[in-house]
């Protein structure tokens, strides 16, 4: 990427992550302060801004995909008689170039139907399907919308995204020709939108028709969807069965046309409509399932969901960042969330990588005494899963909050980030103004718009601040603070949704995760969770409280059990 950069006279020192400044190769020499970086680059994606003269632009990198080989064989009876079985008829078969093959299923040879995935013109993928409702996709090749040629031929201004290829194919039949499918269908939890980044120009600046199945792992899809492309952009498709093809089968095409003509627009901020289906869901699927990480402690009372904000706080030293860059880590490794960090607490993006490293492989990274060392091997095979869910973000001295959610904004968009860290918030507070009371509530409306930021765009927030209240209770030891102790304003208290404090006990050697607020009881419980810290590797162990004094019943040092959550165990 950077000789590519340079052939546009943009100069990176070699090494440099994320987004850097540098002079403007246009306007930079003509200027009274040339030395000045008025030029933003983003190293990774090799996308540029100037602040001074607005020269930008991208280096445009094109991925190389696997090409698939094209078959032409007619259909045979048999399939085209199961497809009018499903009520699709050899004439929309025909337009979408259905045709069928004999592939490698995973036990033997099977007899497919090849679903042709065309984009302008050219096949760039096929997804096989066999009798046993097996499925497959051509190793390596591009990931594209089924039928997005068909749809673009009929209209340009709207689209409808199903689930499925027959769904496709059934909304074709009832006469709606702009349908398409996602090429790997829907999951529960972590929705695999791979393809969405290039299929982004075919789907900006059109109405969104979502229209996947009514299953839960469907709703998902629609929901990831919607986050992704727009709410306002989106409308929903209700059929009365689970998706198109049994809505046209059990009811016709008429119901099906009368479906996406009834669509309703997606819900968005401000104006809460609440649909049968939601509740009916709710009432079958019972709270939100969150996103557990895997420490059996904090798994017993609390998961983690998008939609919510949560303070971080912890006297300074006691050990706020690593741990919230454990807990980030574990959520990526089991859930696959990504994210944007904005942090004023690490050197630069590459030590920061080097503590995510340390703790997702549990070796040091550094040579140090009794330790086991990474090797250059596990570093290179790991860096592109830490390059993928972890983007650090640089931001000027005179950066915002705003500016922070409108990069956040297009992280949700491009590559689906699900978390977003400021840390700390000691560094946006100093673009508040004033004093007293006019600080206090811009430090709420501060508050506020993060909260429905974090519920807009379908992400968690995790603002860590430093307490500047601390309560001494003898030497070198202070109260747990919480989130009344933070900053100039009880809306460090007030406004989140989770409050955690990290705390050193001195006297055990423990660190304590104090859960002091938690606002939606299917998240979790209030409670104390212990841990260990291996400071050769950055990781936090969970463990069993022992006394610090506080219970005269137990020797100190003597295990003791403070509340029903804490379990023993190992990461």
């Known amino acids: ?78 399939v085209i008689d199961w497809f009018a079985g499903r009520g ?47 499925f497959k996709l051509v190793s390596g090749a591009m990931l594209s919308l089924y039928g997005i040629d068909v749809s673009s031929d009929n209209s340009d201004t709207e689209l409808i995204i199903t689930e499925g290829e027959i769904d496709t194919l059934s909304f074709y039949e009832a006469g709606i020709k702009t349908a398409v499918s996602v090429p790997n269908g829907a999951s529960k939890g972590n929705q695999k939108l791979e393809w969405l980044e290039e299929m982004l120009p075919f ?4 109405k969104i028709y979502l229209a996947t199945d009514t299953d839960e792992a469907g709703i998902g899809l629609r929901n990831e969807l919607a986050r ?48 049968e289906s939601d509740i009916i869901g709710l009432w079958e699927q019972g709270y939100p399932e969150g996103f557990d990480t895997g420490w059996d402690n904090m798994d017993e009372h609390f998961v983690w969901h998008p939609g919510m904000v949560t303070l971080i706080t912890g006297i300074p030293g006691h050990g706020k960042t690593t741990w919230l860059k454990n807990l980030l880590v574990r959520l990526a490794d ?26 997702r492989t549990g070796k040091s990274f550094f040579n140090a005494p009794n330790t086991v060392r990474i090797s250059k091997e596990e570093v290179a095979s790991g860096t592109p899963f830490l390059n993928e869910h972890f983007k650090y973000y640089k931001l000027s001295e005179d950066g915002t909050i705003e500016a922070i959610m409108k990069k956040a904004e297009e992280m949700v968009r491009r590559y689906g980030i699900r978390g977003l860290v400021i840390d700390n918030m000691s560094t946006v507070e100093r673009q508040i103004a004033g ?48 989130g009344y102790d933070v900053g100039d304003s009880s809306h460090y208290y007030n406004a989140p949704d989770v409050g955690i404090t990290v705390y050193r006990n001195r006297e055990t050697k423990q660190t ?60």
């Open 334 to 359: 089991r859930h696959g969330w990504s994210y944007l960090l904005y942090s004023a607490e690490e050197a630069n993006a590459t030590f920061a990588m080097t503590d995510l490293i340390s703790i």
């Open 512 to 571: 304590e995760i104090h859960f002091w607020k938690i606002r939606f009881r299917f998240s979790g419980q209030e409670a104390i969770d212990y841990f260990t810290y291996d400071i050769s590797n950055s990781r936090y162990i969970p463990t069993q409280p022992i006394n610090d004094g506080k219970d005269k019943t137990k020797f100190i040092h003597q295990p003791v059990d403070y509340n029903k959550f804490i379990q023993a165990g190992t990461v």
């Open 203 to 206: 789907l900006e600046g059109r």
């Open 228 to 275: 992704r492309l727009g709410k306002s952009n989106c409308w929903i498709v209700n059929m009365p069965e689970k998706d198109a093809n049994d809505t046209l089968l059990k009811h016709g095409k008429e119901r099906l046309v009368e479906c996406y003509n009834n669509a309703e627009p997606f819900p968005v901020d401000g104006i809460d409509v609440v649909s």
């Open 88 to 134: 699709i008829t050899n004439q929309t078969l025909l337009r979408y170039k259905v045709t069928e093959s004999v592939q490698y299923m995973g036990d033997g040879e099977s007899r497919c139907i090849n679903f042709n995935y065309y984009l302008n013109g050219e096949l760039v993928n096929i997804k096989y399907r066999d009798s046993q409702k097996r």
């Open 1 to 78: 990427m950077f000789e590519k950069l340079q052939r546009y006279g943009i100069n990176i020192r070699p090494g440099s992550r994320g987004d850097v400044k540098t002079k403007c190769p246009k306007c930079s020499d003509s200027r009274k302060h040339k030395q000045d970086p008025c030029l933003s680059v983003n190293v990774e994606e090799g996308v540029w801004n100037c602040h001074n003269c607005g020269w930008s632009g991208t280096v445009k990198v094109k991925k190389e995909y696997t090409k698939p080989v094209e078959e032409h064989k007619v259909l045979s009876q048999p």
């Open 435 to 482: 004093s007293g009371d006019n600080r206090h509530n811009q430090i709420g409306n501060m508050m506020r718009d993060l909260r429905a930021f974090a519920r807009e765009q379908g992400i968690h927030i995790w603002l860590v601040a430093h307490p500047k209240k601390l309560t001494k209770v003898k030497q070198a030891v202070y109260e747990v603070p919480t």
